[in-house]
């Protein structure tokens, strides 16, 4: 191998008689066409890939906000989800995310939890909260994003960030990881914006919607289900 990395080729008159025969051979008799028939199915695999990675499928997602809309918030709680010991699903819910993953929607969750920057609550007891979130939702969400960061923390690194509603971060980064994890498993789907729906019960949750380009729903009216007859539910 040369400075620049290549293979080295030896001159022809410099490459022994009977390797010379043996390739010869090689060339003109049967493994000849095996090498061929290979290539030809390589090359119609290669192919094959390429059309299924094209043919990614236009997929809704529903964007949910959490408390005060898929669990019981500050207002039916009386104070902050702190842990799973706080998780109360919203009766209504798991029926109703079950109808949309029947119609072939994705569902992720997007919720604030700045409690974490301030000091109040730790990133476990959001973490256990949010897989009780799931057990209680059946499973329901494909993806569930949080963002720990709140504008009071005294540490910068927890003050500023792109993924706080009303800021589009966590609708952004969940479209992106869940189509890339998808796409890992062979299946191709895009998620355009016109096609999903964001769900949420706060100012920055439909002001988050409007960043991301998505249309938005107020919870109490989603989890009366009487959209869903405009979805062919």
């Known amino acids: 191998m040369d400075a620049r990395g290549d293979i080295y080729r030896a001159p022809e008159d ?3 008689e009977a390797d ?3 390739l010869a051979e090689a060339l003109q008799g049967e493994h000849h066409e095996a090498i061929e028939a290979k290539l030809r199915e390589l090359e119609g695999d290669r192919r094959l890939r390429t059309a299924v990675k094209g043919a990614e499928r236009p997929t809704p997602v529903l964007y949910l906000d959490m408390d005060g809309t898929v669990r019981h918030g500050k207002d039916e709680l009386g104070r902050f989800v702190n842990g799973p010991q706080d998780v109360v699903i919203f009766p209504e819910v798991p029926a109703l995310l079950r109808r949309y993953k029947d119609l072939g929607w994705r569902i992720v969750g997007c919720s604030n939890q700045g409690g974490v920057a301030l000091g109040y609550v730790g990133f476990d007891d959001v973490r256990d909260a949010m897989v009780e979130t799931q057990r209680q939702a059946k499973g329901a969400f494909d993806k569930l994003m949080w963002c720990v960061h709140h504008p009071d923390a005294t540490n910068p690194m927890m003050a500023v960030c792109w993924c706080r509603k009303p800021r ?3 609708v952004l980064e969940a ?4 189509g890339r ?6 299946i191709h789907e895009i998620y355009p914006p016109h096609m999903g729906l964001f769900v949420g019960d706060r100012p920055e949750d ?6 991301a380009g998505l249309p938005f729903m107020a919870a109490d009216v989603w989890r009366t289900g009487k959209h869903l007859a405009g979805l062919g539910a």
């Open 14 to 16: 410099q490459i022994p």
């Open 175 to 178: 479209a992106f990881t869940l």
């Open 181 to 186: 994890e998808l796409d890992a498993r062979g």
């Open 20 to 22: 010379k025969r043996r």
């Open 168 to 170: 589009p971060g966590l």
């Open 206 to 211: 439909a002001a988050c919607a409007e960043n």
